[in-house]
C-alpha cells in the first residue's frame, strides 16, 4: 500500500506544480511566469519527487513509464493496474484543487497542440521516447533512484519542456493530460496525449534491447 500512496503523492505533487506554473501563467497572461519557468517547474518537481519516493514505489508517476517498466520485464503486470489507478487519482485530485483555487482558468494545463494531431502524435511519442531511454538507463530495475536519476530525468524533462512545450506542452505522461481534461473539458486531442506516450515508451524498450543485449528485458 506503500508503494501505491507514494505513487500517488507524486504524482499530485507532480502535476500541481507543473500544471499549477501554467495555470498561474494563464490567468496572468505570462507576466509573472515565463515558458522558461514553467518548464523549470516541471523539471525541478519530477527531480524532487524521484528523490523523495524513489526508494519506496520506484517513482513511475507516469502510466506510461509503469507500463514500459512492466513490457521490459522489470515490473509486475499485475502491479500495473493500481499503479495506474494512483497516479490518475493523483492526478484528478490535484486538478481539481487547482480549480478551486484558480477558477479564472479555462484550461488548468491541458495539452492542446498548436499542430496537426499527427504532428503532434509523432512528437509527443518521440519525446516519451527519449525520457525512457533515460529513464531505463539510469535506474535500478523498475526504480528510480540515486544522484544520477534524479537529475537525468528532471533534466531531460525540463529540456524536453523547454523546447516542445510550445507545440504540444510536452506532456509524455497519459495521467498529466487525462487529469486537466476531466476538469477543463477539453478531450479533443486526449487519445494521441494517451498512446504517443505508451508506444514511446515501449519502443524506448526495445531499443534498449537491441542496443544493450538482455540488460532491458
Known amino acids: 500500500m506503500k508503494k501505491y500512496i507514494s505513487e500517488l503523492i507524486g504524482t499530485f505533487a507532480l502535476i500541481f506544480c507543473g500544471t499549477g506554473a501554467m ?12 515558458h522558461t519557468g514553467i518548464a523549470m517547474t516541471w523539471g525541478l518537481i519530477v527531480m524532487a519527487m524521484i528523490y523523495a519516493f524513489g526508494d519506496i514505489s520506484g517513482a513511475h508517476f507516469n502510466p506510461a513509464v509503469t ?16 499503479y495506474i489507478t494512483a497516479q490518475l487519482l493523483g492526478a484528478i485530485c490535484a486538478s481539481i484543487i487547482l480549480w478551486v483555487l484558480f477558477p479564472a482558468s479555462e484550461y488548468y494545463g491541458a495539452t492542446i497542440p498548436v499542430v496537426d494531431d499527427y504532428r503532434a502524435f509523432l512528437l509527443e511519442f518521440l519525446l516519451t521516447f527519449f525520457l525512457m531511454v533515460t529513464i531505463i538507463n539510469v535506474s535500478t530495475g523498475s526504480k528510480e533512484t540515486g544522484v544520477m536519476a534524479g537529475i537525468a530525468i528532471g533534466g531531460v524533462v525540463l ?4 523546447f516542445a512545450g510550445p507545440i504540444t506542452k510536452a506532456s509524455m505522461n497519459p495521467a ?22 505508451i508506444l514511446g515508451g515501449i519502443v524506448a524498450v526495445l531499443s534498449c534491447k537491441w542496443v544493450k543485449d538482455d540488460q532491458c528485458c
Do not use: C, Q
Request: proline share 6%.
Open 159 to 162: 529540456l524536453e519542456a523547454m
Open 176 to 197: 498529466r493530460s487525462i487529469a486537466p481534461a476531466i476538469i477543463s473539458g477539453h478531450f479533443e486531442h486526449l487519445w494521441l496525449y494517451i498512446a504517443a506516450p
Open 67 to 82: 507500463i514500459a517498466f512492466a513490457f521490459a520485464k522489470k515490473f509486475k503486470w499485475k502491479e500495473v493496474p493500481f
Open 23 to 34: 495555470t498561474i501563467s494563464e490567468i496572468t497572461n505570462g507576466t509573472d511566469l515565463t
